[in-house]
């Protein structure tokens, strides 16, 4: 990404040129699906593919927010300490609104405004996490021209936060842990209850991860994400008459088996046993990947498509067709859909000699059956949100 052409656009925007640039990527998570809010395991990396930003300093204490994927629509609010409101009419500039709340709450009140040209090139709606990138690019922008000190996994936490009470969308804390604390070529694999963590090298040999955009698209507030929590939170505290545990993620399929009988609701049922189920392949593929075993990885990542589509039901005709088709391609050794589901985005792990051909024919079965055309990009796994 050439800066100059944030540097250009802020200053036909505010008239004066910008200070600074940012980056924050987007994510992509190999296995570990819906695991993160039931206290489980997550293997995101951040990607390539994510949100830019020139920043300008103000003197007065207002915050003015252009954004190019908006057709350069521009918002102005008051800094407004920590009483800033949503917009109902802007929804896009609540992320914004949410993390600077936030972030003056776990500091001190910013003592200017600023101005803040945004661009992205992830697709929208693309199940990519465009909206952490957004949360963690706007905390690296106050950290860094604020001088605020903030942890950066107290920073993810924050994202967790704006999501949860400023947007409404019970997510778990994954995405925002990816995009901030992401490493160059490594995946994150990650304890959602401890906040544990480590890095493992995504060594993949011969093979690159594809990106398979269904284009349809999704908003996770909108749908029935939260459905699929509270449907779990139902689910442990029914076990939680006779296990003393805190999530879904505290037992294994032989505890939940066990212990069915106290669900015994085929609904909840199904989703536990997706959570649980789920938690434990995303162990088994890190080992796998320790272990270079990635034969049994892709077997792993293709039966966590299987059980988000028949256990927890939000993968849909496309994400189905994507990875139904991906899985009978010539060098692909998996295929699943990532991110809230009901569209959005699906990845497949594919030999590198073979991704021109894998894309031509996935993309033609794809457009066949749903009527337009699926998208697809190279997932270059880089650094966590920074200043350029």
Not at 89 to 110: C, R, S
Not at 250 to 267: G, V
Not at 277 to 299: H, P, V, Y
């Amino acid at each position: 990404m050439n800066t100059q052409f944030l540097k250009d656009n802020f200053e036909k925007t505010f008239n004066e040129p910008a200070f600074d640039t940012f980056f924050s990527p987007g994510r992509i998570n190999i296995i570990g699906e819906h695991t993160d809010y039931n206290g489980g395991h997550v293997f995101p990396c951040a990607i390539s593919l994510g949100t830019y930003a020139a920043y300008g300093s103000r003197s007065d204490k207002q915050i003015s927010v252009c954004s190019g994927n908006m057709n350069d629509d521009v918002v102005t609010f008051a800094i407004g300490d920590t009483s800033l409101e949503k917009d109902p009419d802007h929804k896009w500039i609540n992320y914004f609104k949410g993390m600077i709340a936030y972030v003056q709450e776990e500091t001190k009140p910013l003592d200017h405004g600023f101005n803040l040209y945004v661009w992205g090139n992830l697709p929208y709606g693309a199940g990519l996490s465009s909206s952490a990138s957004i949360e963690m690019l706007i905390g690296k922008v106050l950290t860094e021209e604020f001088n605020l000190s903030v942890d950066p996994v107290r920073m993810a936490q924050l994202g967790q936060k704006t999501e949860n009470e400023f947007i409404g969308l019970s997510s778990g804390i994954m995405d925002q842990f990816a995009v901030n604390m992401g490493k160059k070529d490594h995946a994150i694999f990650l304890d959602c209850a401890s906040l544990k963590y480590k890095y493992l090298p995504l060594n993949l040999g011969d093979y690159e991860i594809i990106i398979m955009s269904t284009n349809k698209k999704h908003t996770l507030a909108d749908s029935a994400y939260n459905d699929r929590v509270r449907e779990c939170q139902e689910a442990t505290k029914k076990l939680q008459q006779k296990l003393k545990i805190e999530h879904l993620g505290d037992i294994n399929e032989e505890t939940l088996d066990e212990y069915s009988y106290l669900i015994n609701d085929e609904t909840l049922l199904k989703r536990a046993r997706h959570a649980v189920s789920e938690n434990q392949r995303t162990i088994k593929a890190t080992e796998a990947m320790m272990d270079k075993d990635l034969e049994k990885l892709g077997r792993l990542i293709n039966a966590s498509h299987v059980s988000l589509h028949f256990d927890y039901e939000v993968t849909g005709k496309e994400l189905d067709t994507l990875a139904e088709t991906a899985w009978r391609q010539d060098g692909v050794l998996c295929a699943r859909m990532i991110g809230g589901g009901f569209g959005g985005s699906a990845i497949a792990i594919v030999k590198e000699d073979k991704a021109k051909e894998f894309e031509e024919k996935v993309g033609a079965v794809y457009e066949e059956k749903i009527g337009y055309a699926a998208s697809f990009y190279e997932a270059k796994i880089v650094d966590g949100t920074h200043k350029l």
